[in-house]
Each structure stands twice: as structure tokens, then as C-alpha cells.
């Protein structure tokens, strides 16, 4: 393997391990958003 070839794998396992940590990142702004709306939920019907 040359230089550039091994920079090249290099960028790819990088590229690699930073994908699980945005998904991971997507997921936990979403159930923040989503236990957000339960208790706005709750808040509501509690008024009713």
C-alpha cells in the first residue's frame, strides 16, 4: 500500500467512526424533543 492509499483508508476509518457518533447525536435530540411534548402533554390534560 502506498501513501496515498493508506490516507486514503485513514479518511474512511475516520469517516467510519464519526457516523455512529451523529446518529447517536440525532437519537438523543430526539427523545429529548419527545419527553419535551409528553410533559407539555401532561401539562395540558391537567388543565382540563
Do not use: V
Request: no cysteine.
Amino acid at each position: 500500500m502506498n501513501y496515498e492509499e493508506l490516507k486514503e483508508l485513514l479518511k474512511r476509518i475516520e469517516f467510519n467512526k464519526t457516523e455512529p457518533e451523529t446518529l447517536i447525536k440525532l437519537i438523543e435530540s430526539a427523545q429529548s424533543k419527545g419527553e419535551k411534548a409528553q410533559r407539555e402533554l401532561r401539562r395540558l390534560r391537567k388543565t382540563n
